[in-house]
């Protein structure tokens, strides 16, 4: 068997992704994306860091995925994601996931004091985001 089944990569070391196109409108200001699956040539599995300063949103604002499971490790930080019902605070250590079809919004509030350091996992990675809107009734 070879071995460039194996990957082994120093995620410090990846280069920032450019802005995601995949979902308009691109919320504005957004965290700086790592994408490990892109750097380890995974192809079912999103994995990717995001580093959000005060103020800033992980990418593709409010949305949701059809088929996708998402979730977000906090591992520095504090990451607030709303909800159309809640908004969870997640601290360090702590997972937030959310279930294909159910809409979120992830961010750092503007008052926080520090930045935010989380691991982004969703599967499969092929189902873009849609926007949701929590203020259309239809």
């Not at 490990?36 to 040539?41: F, H, P, V």
């Not at 504090?78 to 979120?104: C, Q």
Request: charge should be negative; charged fraction near 25%; hydrophobic fraction near 30%.
């Amino acid at each position: 068997m070879s071995n460039e089944s194996y990957h082994l990569v120093t995620v410090d070391n990846i280069e920032a992704e450019p802005d995601r196109p995949d979902i308009e409108p691109e919320p504005d200001p957004t965290a700086d994306a790592f994408s490990i699956s892109a750097e380890t040539g995974l192809e079912i599995l999103g994995l990717r860091t995001y580093t959000a300063e005060p103020g800033e949103q992980l990418p593709l604002a409010y949305h949701y995925h059809e088929t996708q499971e998402e979730a977000f490790y906090v591992l520095e930080g504090t990451l607030h994601v709303e909800t159309p019902g809640k908004e969870y605070v997640v601290r360090p250590g702590h997972l937030f996931a959310a279930e294909g079809g159910s809409p979120h919004r992830a961010y750092v509030p503007e008052g926080a004091t520090e930045p935010t350091r989380v691991l982004a996992i969703g599967a499969p990675s092929d189902d873009a985001g849609r926007v949701y809107d929590p203020n259309d009734d239809s």
